[in-house]
Each structure stands twice: as C-alpha cells, then as structure tokens.
C-alpha cells in the first residue's frame, strides 16, 4: 500500500472491540509498524511536527514509547534516553509513583541520563489520560531538563490527557 495521507495511516491501525476488557475499543498499531513505509512515514512526520525546536534528548516512555523515541532522536540528531518501570535499569536511578485509572505504577530513569538545561521531547506511543507523561515530566525536570515538547503517535481525545499538559507544545499525528 502507498501511504501518502493521515487517512492512509489511519487504515493501518487494527480496531480490536472489548479490548482487554468489554467495553474497550483498542487501536493496534502492531497491524502499521509491520509496513516498513507507513512506519517511516509516521517517524519522517512525527519529526516534522517537531520542526526547529531544539531538542538535545529524546525521552521514550516504556515500552511502547521505545517504537518511536530511538528512530525519532536519530532523525532529529538527539540522544535517547529510556524512562523504564521500576528494577529495569542498572545503574542510580531516580523514580516516580504516578496515577493510573486502576492503580499506581512506578517510572524510574538513570540519575545520570539528562543533564541541567538540556532540551527534552518526551515520546510515546500513545496520549490516553496523561498519567505516564505527567510521570515523566516530573523525572525530567527533577534531573533539570527542559520540557521541548511532547509527542505521540496516536491520541485519545475523549479521554482529556492534553488538558493535563496544556503548557507544553504537544503533538499527536492522530486523533481519534
């Protein structure tokens, strides 16, 4: 398939019904990843709704933040740098307890991994309700970063993440 429009894109995206629970309506974008040129399209714009911001770090979100932060800090010649849950990084690390629909979780980053004054894009798969970012966020500027934007492949809107985050330049290249 030739991918040369947002709908195009838009097509590839697997919609499981009650997943992974009733109720539920679950966009799978394993079914657009597996197309070698509608994952390069989605990392050629996402780079481009960066634009000309500076951005020394591209901070990925695990797990699926990974897909889209390591290939978009090449593009834009930034580092990469993970945001893991708890126990999953070697060295001194900072954490952050973060609110979830059902719960906690725990994000953790190398203390080391961002320097102050740094200019941070945050990354990740998905903007749902803003929890995981919001996470982030604190991590990034407790080491000193700065916020250069936030970026996602997809966005829930009806689920109000970016009212959360109304302060930081956010794109998304989908919207449903």
């Not at 060295?91 to 979780?105: C, F, S």
């Not at 953790?108 to 990354?123: C, F, T, Y």
């Not at 803003?130 to 997809?154: C, P, W």
């Amino acid at each position: 398939m030739t991918v040369s429009s947002i709908d195009d894109l838009r097509a590839l995206i697997r919609e499981v019904p009650d997943f992974p629970k009733p109720g539920i309506l679950f966009y799978d974008i394993t079914t657009l990843l597996k197309d070698a040129d509608a994952f390069r399209e989605v990392i050629d714009r996402m780079a481009d709704q960066v634009g000309d911001t500076p951005v020394d770090v591209v901070v990925g979100m695990e797990s699926r933040g990974f897909i889209f932060s390591a290939p978009l800090a090449y593009k834009l010649g930034a580092g990469f740098v993970p945001v893991r849950k708890l126990g999953k990084l070697p060295a001194e690390t900072i954490e952050v307890e973060y609110e979830l629909e059902y719960g906690t979780a725990t994000l953790e980053i190398h203390s080391d991994a961002i320097e102050k004054g740094q200019r941070v894009l945050l990354v990740d798969d998905l903007l749902a309700t803003g929890g995981t970012v919001m996470g982030t966020i604190e991590l990034v500027r407790r080491l000193g970063g700065e916020i250069a934007g936030l970026s996602f492949m997809v966005e829930l809107g009806a689920l109000n993440g970016r009212e959360k985050l109304d302060e930081f330049e956010i794109h998304a290249l989908l919207t449903y």
